[in-house]
């Protein structure tokens, strides 16, 4: 019965009698049972090929990518962690440290918008940023990454090859973004439970799901094959401490989407901490911990974590409350808007949700390694 049920709300998560035609991608990548193959998306002016995947990964792990020859993508979205770098924040050329936590680059292909707040459009467009970012790779422009990646003999035949032309910014963000689209994770230990194998997670792991689905409520957000919405929400994330990052309000200027950060996916979350867009909790302890508190007050809180609430207008209106009355804590209006949902969860409950969560490690991006050379 209950898996009936998860079925109903897990719709479109491949079962492992689904055959997943993967033929139009070059048979390049083969999704792993639990990813939905109509939600991939491979961009019409870049289709996927062995060919490309292979310049893509050499060119992911090259450090002369950067000014001074010391950082690649690798460098924080590293293989043995899932793709990430284990950091609370990245650290680029020069040791710069930066504003934001590397999130995992697994099942990017399923995503069209890119970064914690959205603003690259596509997989394609993401590749080139951190190429000119003046605290990640450091090059002072992308005529000058094209000139050096020109200039290295193996690489301008490989571009050749492969595009059938002289070395451009755009075709070396399309490499990188097809091999990208390979580092797939599924056949996590809930996708063989969900395809009928009964014993695959733990009592713990199933009581774990229910309660995400039900009394915790994660699934307002963190739903689909993918654990994700992919939308934009205020969990409070750094409103208590002295600096706040806007978020998503930095790409569309909407007064809701002030602190606001895209939902991530869930999938190989135990190995990817520590967690959030700053790196702030710890762990999936602290992460459940977090989310038991109702998150953090702020005007801005998503009507989902601060419910019941009269949505977006009633929490501005009681913001600019705050702002002309004296005594502002007194208001009763101000106590409803920082009077946090709190899920109340036991400690067996929060036991269940991380050991829910552990059961989302997978399989599909293991096998990648740098490769043995490089292009000279
Ligand atoms: C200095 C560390 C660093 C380097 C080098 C770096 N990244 Fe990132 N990457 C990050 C951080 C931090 C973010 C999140 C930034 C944000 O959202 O504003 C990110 C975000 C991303 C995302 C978005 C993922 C998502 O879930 O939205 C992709 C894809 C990505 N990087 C790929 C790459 C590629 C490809 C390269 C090499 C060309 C690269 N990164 C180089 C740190 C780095
Ligand atoms: C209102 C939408 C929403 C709800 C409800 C929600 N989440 Fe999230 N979740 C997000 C967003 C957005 C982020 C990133 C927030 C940030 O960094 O500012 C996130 C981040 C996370 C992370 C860290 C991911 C990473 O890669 O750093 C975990 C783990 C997580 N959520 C688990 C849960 C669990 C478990 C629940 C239920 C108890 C839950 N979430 C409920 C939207 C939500």
Same mark, same amino acid.
Request: glycine share 10%; aromatic share 10%; proline share 4%.
């Given at each position: ?27 390049? &990548? ?60 990245? /650290?680029? %050329? ?10 995992? %680059? ?6 069209? $918008? ?37 200039? %290295? ?22 490499? &990188? ?19 009928? $194998?009964?014993?695959? &997670? ?7 799901? $229910? ?25 409070? %994330? ?19 989407? &002030? ?9 190989? /979350? ?11 909790? =710890? ?13 953090? =007050? ?7 974590? =601060? ?60 096998? /990648? ?8």
């Amino acid at each position: 019965m209950l898996i009936g049920l998860l079925w109903v709300l897990f719709q479109g998560t491949a079962g492992a009698e689904d055959v997943i035609d993967t033929s139009d991608w070059g048979a390049v &990548i083969t999704l792993p049972v639990g990813l939905d193959a109509e939600e991939f998306f491979v961009p019409a002016d870049n289709s996927l090929s062995k060919a490309k995947v292979e310049l893509g990964r050499s060119l992911f792990f090259d450090v002369r990518l950067s000014y001074d020859n010391t950082i690649s993508c690798a460098t924080c979205h590293a293989p043995q962690f899932a793709f990430t770098d284990k950091r609370r924040v990245s /650290i680029g %050329i020069n040791s710069q440290i930066g504003g934001r936590s590397a999130p995992a %680059i697994i099942n990017r292909g399923f995503s069209q $918008e890119q970064f914690w707040d959205g603003r690259a459009e596509s997989l394609e467009a993401q590749a080139i940023g951190p190429m000119t970012n003046p605290i990640e790779m450091g090059m002072p422009s992308h005529e000058f990454v094209v000139h050096k990646v020109a200039g %290295i003999e193996g690489y301008r035949k490989w571009f050749k090859s492969v595009f059938d032309r002289d070395v451009q910014i755009d075709d070396i963000g399309r490499a &990188i973004a097809s091999f990208e689209r390979t580092l797939v994770s599924g056949n996590s230990p809930l996708d063989k439970y969900l395809a009928g $194998e009964e014993g695959a &997670i733990s009592e713990s792991a199933k009581r774990g799901f $229910e309660l995400f689905d039900g009394k915790a409520r994660c699934t307002q957000c963190h739903s689909g094959a993918l654990f994700t919405d992919e939308t934009y929400h205020n969990l409070g %994330i750094d409103w208590d401490g002295t600096e706040v990052d806007l978020g998503r309000y930095l790409v569309t200027g909407r007064a809701d989407d &002030i602190g606001a950060f895209k939902t991530p996916t869930l999938r190989e /979350i135990a190995l990817t901490a520590p967690y959030m867009h700053d790196g702030s909790l =710890a762990t999936l302890e602290d992460t459940i911990e977090f989310y038991d508190q109702g998150g953090i =007050a702020n005007p801005f809180l998503d009507v989902e974590m =601060a419910r019941p609430s009269g949505g977006l207008e009633m929490m501005l209106e009681m913001f600019e409350d705050k702002g002309n009355t004296d005594d502002s804590s007194q208001s009763p209006e101000t106590a409803k808007m920082t009077d946090l949902e709190k899920l109340n969860l036991t400690s067996q409950e929060r036991a269940d949700l991380v050991s829910f969560l552990k059961a989302l490690s997978g399989q599909g991006w293991q096998h /990648i390694e740098p490769p043995k050379s490089y292009p000279q």
